[in-house]
């Protein structure tokens, strides 16, 4: 079963706009992660936030888990056409080092 | 570095057929873990492996076997192969340790069809 379901599962906006996308879990965890995936290649890491922590930065990436919700958000600024691809959550439990990734959502940025 | 990589990238068996998907990393990485991704799906855990000599069962283990007889190599092994086998298949490894990232590190895939 998928532990992460995201939100949404495709969004289309324009070069130079915001893009929002959303995950929620179901069980405790340790921490939470945000993958890239473009189009038949493999999964790339971004950002990595811990049980402990609220939000995270990286770059043009702002992560904010909300663990009495379960949920977490990835926020793209200022996206560029190069953003194109699906991207995914993954939570690692607390008791082992495995990950369990959400459907995830396709981005697409129109130059 | 090299980083993960995967043999074969492609393969087309015929049901009841066996094959062996190799993964390796040169990063002397203590975790290992095979993956499938389906289409329109995020990726399920197939085994992982938390050190040489060791495997574990993920979440959608029936119909693979896995060896991790060097610490470098993690083998993904089909008996006989199904339909329902048809992925793609991917690899990840990561660092030991609770002060290392737990971030994983991907191969760039099999794609393997079963007919």
């Known amino acids: 079963s998928q532990q992460g379901e995201e939100d949404p599962q495709a969004l289309s906006i324009q070069e130079g706009e915001n893009a929002t996308m959303n995950c929620s879990y179901k069980?405790?965890?340790?921490?939470l992660q945000w993958y890239r995936q473009n189009s038949g290649r493999g999964l790339v890491h971004l950002i990595l936030?811990?049980?402990?922590?609220r939000e995270k930065h990286s770059g043009r990436l702002r992560v904010t888990l909300d663990t009495s919700k379960k949920s977490s958000s990835l926020l793209i600024t200022a996206s560029r056409a190069a953003d194109t691809a699906s991207y995914f959550c993954?939570?690692?439990?607390?008791?082992?080092?495995?990950?369990?990734f959400g459907s995830g959502t396709r981005l697409q940025v129109q130059p | 570095n090299a980083g993960v990589t995967q043999t074969p990238k492609f393969r087309v068996l015929k049901t009841g057929q066996s094959m062996t998907l190799l993964c390796a990393q040169d990063?002397?990485?203590?975790?290992m873990y095979w993956y499938r991704q389906d289409p329109g799906m995020g990726l399920r855990l197939i085994h992982y492996?938390?050190?040489?000599?060791?495997?574990a069962k993920g979440e959608v283990p029936d119909g693979y076997n896995v060896s991790r007889l060097k610490k470098q190599n993690f083998l993904l092994g089909l008996e006989s192969a199904a339909p329902s086998q048809t992925s793609v298949y991917f690899c990840?490894?990561?660092?030991?340790?609770?002060?290392?990232?737990?971030?994983?590190?991907f191969g760039p895939g099999t794609r393997l069809t079963v007919t």
């Open positions: 492996s938390v050190g040489e000599g060791t495997t």
């Open positions: 990063m002397n990485h203590e975790y």
């Open positions: 936030i811990r049980s402990n922590e």
């Open positions: 990840a490894s990561s660092p030991p340790g609770l002060a290392a990232s737990y971030e994983q590190y």
């Open positions: 993954a939570t690692m439990d607390t008791g082992r080092r495995a990950l369990t």
């Open positions: 069980t405790s965890i340790n921490n």
